[in-house]
């Protein structure tokens, strides 16, 4: 079974730019949430798709949106982009709910905003 | 308080000892456990997951949950270079939660 596969692997974008990234999660998977990863911060969580509905929201600002297709593929938005934004933008899957389940991560895609 | 803590390290042990790794939450509603291992310049993959108190064992690794003291834990037995990495902690909070991480390093 084919793991989770992010697109792009790497980005370079400017400020003031918007990107758009792209994970298709493990088949049967429903479920699509999406991290930020950055030295100082850690994992922080974005937000999460089940079944082509956010079920919940991390603290980041309305530039950063998402949304999941039928097919359970999910992309992720970011407008206006900031140079804090430069980080690793990491998706994992999971069969149910992302809460009590057990998260399968993509690669992830490197942003880098210049 | 911080919803998930652990040593940021670096915890250094040496080949064939044990490595013990402590993670301390905050959501006393929590139910669901995990460990997480990230390789420098990887994504983090699941090691163990724990959803009752007491220990699981899982070959060279045991996780330990105490949910009255809000503390979860990971026992790496004869631990490797290979198992140089980070560990990261992880709880069904309001959100899935991760903690900061701790970085191991075994030394041969």
């Known amino acids: 079974k084919a793991g989770v596969t992010q697109t792009p692997r790497y980005l370079i974008k400017t400020r003031g730019q918007q990107v758009t990234l792209s994970c298709s999660p493990i088949?049967?998977?429903?479920?699509v949430s999406w991290y930020q990863q950055t030295p100082g911060q850690g994992l922080q969580f974005l937000f999460e798709?089940?079944?082509?509905?956010?079920?919940n929201k991390g603290n980041f600002p309305g530039r950063f949106s998402g949304r999941q297709f039928s097919n359970s593929r999910s992309e992720m938005n970011v407008s206006t982009l900031e140079l804090g934004d430069s980080a690793l933008y990491l998706c994992?899957?999971?069969?149910?709910?992302?809460?009590?389940?057990?998260?399968?991560f993509g690669s992830g895609t490197q942003l880098s905003v210049l | 308080q911080k919803e998930v803590e652990q040593n940021s390290g670096p915890l250094s042990v040496p080949e064939g000892a044990i490595a013990s790794l402590n993670c301390t939450y905050s959501?006393?509603?929590?139910?669901?456990f995990f460990w997480y291992r990230q390789y420098s310049g990887k994504s983090p993959e699941l090691i163990m997951s724990?959803?009752?108190?007491g220990d699981k064992e899982d070959g060279r690794f045991t996780a330990q949950l105490n949910k009255a003291s809000q503390y979860v834990s990971l026992l790496i037995r004869d631990s490797q270079p290979s198992d140089s990495a980070t560990y990261l902690c992880?709880?069904?909070?309001?959100?899935?939660?991760f903690g900061p991480g701790t970085r191991l390093s075994v030394l041969p």
């Open positions: 798709y089940f079944s082509e509905t956010q079920r």
């Open positions: 994992a899957s999971a069969e149910g709910p992302a809460t009590n389940e057990k998260l399968f």
């Open positions: 992880a709880f069904d909070g309001q959100n899935f939660v």
């Open positions: 088949s049967g998977h429903r479920s």
């Open positions: 959501d006393r509603g929590s139910q669901s």
């Open positions: 724990i959803y009752s108190n």
